[in-house]
């Protein structure tokens, strides 16, 4: 993962700044943790096959790795349950249909959402039965000096609107832009992280359900909500601890808080780092106003988590020379 941040920094200072927006400052709200429970996974999964693991998804029978570091093959199918490989496809390059930057966002209906900001173009994929196809193509919008904004994550809201997420050399920020015109529509500045700062330490991860944006960061125990209706970004509140760790010299010390956000039935589940590392198993389960509902013990610590289409938590675990996936059955 910190990987993977170095190499966006880079990216960060080749684009350039975006525009400050003003920033808006949040509330602060308590939250009241419930006691865990503990939760056995039911079954599990092995591939004989590792990833850089940039992105992940599971739609009905099948399941998808999107794997950095790979020139070509970068998206792996699969089918689920089960561990049978179906193919392999992508390449990084500059030819026609090739990506030169490669980024995964997340898009709606268990779709997959990847983009390339020196390329300028998202593409959506679907998953099939015998392949991955291309339903939507769009392209990224350019800053003021004319130079592709530093998009950090992008996130569907409908057919036609996305939150961009960004993080330029000075400032983080939200824009709610409409891809298919290529001009944003709504934004918002970050009050989180501190001016001038590096954007590492105030690192996070977004989720959407409906109209309710929830944030959790990577490197800070903290989750804040967001209003994003009628393309507005509007922030409500903010849970957990004040404190960041942007005042550390190595970003090797940094503490993971954060690993994975997903939404189901209209929950956010967040799973929370087992001290400092980049596995956990502690799932806080949130519900649409902020509040508590449950905290779920797993017996495995996993470094990520997706739901599939039975209900099923699923998480992945990487190992040395496969990788894993256990699956629980959780009750809010």
């Known amino acids: 993962m910190k990987a993977l941040l170095y190499t966006l920094l880079l990216i960060v200072g080749m684009t350039g700044c975006t525009s400050q927006e003003k920033t808006t400052d949040i509330k602060w709200k308590e939250r009241n943790l419930p006691e865990a429970t503990l939760v056995y996974a039911y079954d599990s999964l092995k591939i004989d096959q590792t990833f850089h693991l940039i992105s992940w998804n ?15 093959r970068f998206l792996s199918l699969y089918e689920y349950p089960g561990n049978k490989k179906l193919f392999e496809c992508g390449k990084i390059g500059q030819g026609p249909g090739e990506f030169i930057t490669l980024n995964a966002g997340e898009a709606t209906d268990g779709n997959i959402l990847l983009y390339d900001i020196m390329g300028r173009k998202a593409l959506i994929y679907a998953l099939k039965s015998d392949s991955l196809q291309i339903i939507n193509r769009l392209p990224l919008y350019n800053d003021e000096e004319g130079l592709c904004k530093p998009f950090t994550f992008i996130t569907q809201i409908d057919r036609d609107n996305y939150l961009m ?26 009050s989180f992280r501190k001016p001038n700062t590096s954007y590492t330490p105030f690192d ?35 849970m957990g601890s004040r404190k960041d760790q942007s005042e550390l010299k190595d ?32 799932i806080e389960v949130y519900d649409s106003e902020g509040k508590a509902v449950a905290c779920h013990m797993l017996d495995k610590e996993v470094s990520s988590v997706r739901f599939d289409s039975e209900g099923n938590l699923v998480g992945y675990v990487p190992d040395i020379n496969q990788t894993l996936l256990y699956q629980f059955r959780l009750d809010n």
Request: with cysteine.
């Open 58 to 72: 599971i739609k009905d029978n099948r399941i998808c790795f999107v794997t950095s570091g790979m020139t070509d």
């Open 165 to 190: 997420k960004i993080d330029d050399a000075t400032a983080s920020s939200w824009e709610i832009a409409n891809l298919r015109e290529e001009k944003a529509i709504g934004s918002l500045t970050n």
């Open 204 to 238: 996070f991860i977004q989720c959407i359900h409906d109209t309710t944006l929830v944030v959790a960061y990577d490197y800070a125990d903290r989750i804040e909500y967001y209003s994003i209706k009628d393309n507005h970004i509007r922030p409500l509140f903010a």
């Open 251 to 282: 970003y090797d010390d940094l503490m993971a808080y954060y690993l994975s956000v997903v939404s189901q039935s209209g929950y956010f589940y967040c799973l929370k780092s087992t001290s400092g590392t980049e596995r956990g198993n502690l």
